[in-house]
């Protein structure tokens, strides 16, 4: 068995802990493929992993990286509708940050139209994310309002995109005037400042029927405000905390309903599964990219072996414009 490299963290900490080193190659099981890694990018949960608050599930690599792109290498027994050299991205549990990686096949998906190697690394995780929750759980349609928290980042520049071919009214918060500018220019029709600007008084009283929102307690009460009736809260981050009071009685006033749902702990298969959403991704955010109605929004390509600065950029708050590609 050949070595491999992978970017690892000797111990929870800072950007610091993370090193490019030699690691075993992996091997796939049945119904696994393996990949060489093209591409990975960085997602917050990344840097919650490696300051050791956010462990892979059970039997997942304990390498960094929800998602990658690069060419199948190999499959597992009982793999079919794949084959050795294709081109492909895939959502994973672990593993990104490394130049092999094995993933469950139903996890894996052929590159948009459109989108080169590279930049289809960055997809895989806002795609599952924003799909799961604005449209199969919130199920934003066309004339309704969604509210995006976070309108620079990865997820939110995705959602602006995706709630816009769904004919949706996108609002969005974000900290300075040049990412919202930035974020209308991919679409937004209300962009929110929220160091000066109350986005429950930008709503009015129509508010809002799906609230994505990446803050939690912090933000909790006014999300509670801003929803419009029979809206949806989809809680997918804590970045304002974990712990708040609620007033139950404004969900019930307004028939809404308040979910948090995680993608990383879904099953590989069954009810509820990752396998479920990357079916539903295929199906319906895949022809969005042929029409050219979404596209990656990629700030800057690094090394992998430079991933401490991109943990360390993206944890500055201020520049990173969309997501931050690692190439192996």
């Known amino acids: 068995m050949s070595d491999v490299y992978a970017i690892v963290a000797r111990e929870p900490g800072g950007p610091e802990v993370l090193e490019w080193t030699e690691v075993p190659d992996p091997e796939p099981g049945p119904g696994e493929v393996l990949i060489d890694v093209a591409a990975s990018a960085v997602n917050r949960a990344d840097l919650l992993q490696r300051q050791g608050f956010y462990p892979p599930p059970p039997g997942a690599s304990d390498i960094i990286g929800l998602e990658c792109s690069g060419t199948i290498a190999k499959l597992g027994e009982g793999v ?7 081109e492909v991205c895939a959502l ?3 593993g990104g940050y490394g130049q092999r990686v094995v993933v469950p096949a139903v996890q894996v998906l052929p590159l948009p139209d459109g989108v080169d ?9 806002v795609a599952c994310t924003v799909w799961s929750n604005v449209v199969m759980h919130g199920r934003l349609e066309a004339g309704q309002v969604l509210l995006v928290h976070g309108g620079a980042g990865g997820i939110g520049t995705h959602a602006i995109q995706v709630g816009k071919a769904l004919g949706a009214t996108v609002a969005v918060t974000a900290g300075s005037r040049d990412r919202l500018d930035r974020c209308a220019e991919l679409g937004a029709d209300v962009t929110i400042n929220y160091r000066d600007q109350d986005f429950v008084e930008v709503l009015g009283s129509r ?14 009460d ?6 419009a009736m029979d809206g949806h809260l989809l809680v997918i981050g804590f970045q304002g905390g974990r712990k708040a009071e609620m007033d139950m009685g404004k969900l019930l006033f307004k028939r809404g309903s308040l979910t948090a749902l995680s993608l990383r702990f879904r099953p590989v298969e069954g009810r509820a599964s990752k396998a479920d959403v990357v079916a ?27 991933a401490a600065d991109a943990h360390r950029a993206l944890e500055s708050g201020g520049e990173v414009f969309g997501k931050i590609v690692l190439t192996s």
């Open 92 to 94: 994973l549990a672990g």
């Open 280 to 306: 539903a991704v295929r199906a319906g955010l895949w022809p969005m990219f042929a029409k050219g109605e979404v596209k990656p929004i990629v700030h800057t390509v690094m090394p992998m072996s430079a």
């Open 117 to 125: 190697l590279v930049a289809a690394a960055s997809i895989p995780e």
């Open 207 to 220: 508010g809002a029927d799906v609230i994505l929102d990446n803050m939690g307690a912090s933000y909790l």
């Open 222 to 227: 006014r999300n509670l405000n801003a929803l």
């Open 80 to 86: 079919t509708g794949w084959q050795v050299g294709a």
